[in-house]
């Protein structure tokens, strides 16, 4: 069964840096292209904030980012393994979310694409 997998979150201080990957697990799959996505989910305190595009790779390597992370944040394929990479430098608290990988991937042969998405993972970055 094919699933897009996310790793790298964990806890940083702010001004930090983490590298998140997307890989995809299942043989005879690529990433055609991804984006990183993120979310805060609320509590009974706090209402949580909608998921919102942090960076996205295209199919021909064009990217976008979100305003509140240009010049910090990047997104970048690394080939040898097939993952989309998120590099975040400079990080702030607001930072502070679940990412999430959703991919579309191509199986071997076929010439269509099929989306998916990752469970997710936590970063958290302290003041």
């Known amino acids: 069964q094919v699933q897009v997998v996310e790793s790298g979150g964990g806890l940083v201080q702010a001004g930090g840096s983490l590298r998140l990957s997307c890989a995809v697990s299942g043989n005879g799959f690529s990433i055609d292209a991804a984006g990183w996505y993120r979310q805060v989910p609320g509590n009974r305190q706090v209402p949580g904030k909608p998921?919102?595009?942090?960076?996205?790779?295209?199919?021909?390597?064009?990217?976008i980012y979100a305003d509140s992370v240009k010049g910090r944040f990047t997104i970048s394929r690394a080939s040898a393994n097939d993952t989309v990479d998120l590099q975040m430098d400079n990080l702030k608290p607001e930072d502070t979310a679940v990412y999430s990988c959703n991919a579309d991937l191509r199986e071997r042969g076929r010439p269509y694409v099929s989306n998916y998405w990752g469970r997710g993972t936590q970063v958290t970055v302290s003041s």
């Open positions: 998921r919102e595009l942090v960076a996205r790779i295209s199919d021909e390597n064009n990217v």
